[in-house]
Nanobody, 126 residues
Framework: VQLQASGGGLVQTGGSLRLSCTAS????????LSWFRQAPGKEREFVAG????????KYVDSVKGRFTISSDVDKIMVYLQMSSLKPEDTAVYYC????????????????????WGQGTLVTVSS
């Protein structure tokens, strides 16, 4: 699966952005699709994901209530709607796919993801 992420940019605190990720293959390959982010000097961390079944969503606690992950039925396009953005959300955001894990679970470990997009930079100014 080849992934292409887009939608990053510069936004003020409290603003919104929508990230998009385009996958080159349909979800008939049954992969989980997630967003990760990596801030300068920090480890890449899980942000939000959709399970292989498409029925389970998972978010890191720091973005719950502010970010929403969604996709089309085939997971060709996956979105991350980000609202009430904070300076600590500043990072390069990556989409990734995983064929690991259970059907209705979202893998949280980046090592379980086989394919990664190139990343899109989100900068939140204070």
């Amino acid at each position: 699966v080849q992934l292409q992420a887009s939608g990053g940019g510069l936004v003020q605190t409290g603003g919104s952005l929508r990230l998009s990720c385009t996958a080159s293959r349909r979800s008939s390959d049954h992969y989980a699709l997630s967003w990760f982010r990596q801030a300068p000097g920090k480890e890449r961390e899980f942000v939000a994901g959709i399970s292989r079944s498409g029925r389970r969503l998972k978010y890191v606690d720091s973005v719950k209530g502010r970010f929403t992950i969604s996709s089309d039925v085939d997971k060709i396009m996956v979105y991350l709607q980000m609202s009430s953005l904070k300076p600590e959300d500043t990072a390069v955001y990556y989409c990734a796919t995983s064929g690991a894990g259970r059907w209705d679970e979202v893998p949280l470990e980046k090592a379980l993801y086989e394919n990664w997009g190139q990343g899109t930079l989100v900068t939140v100014s204070s």
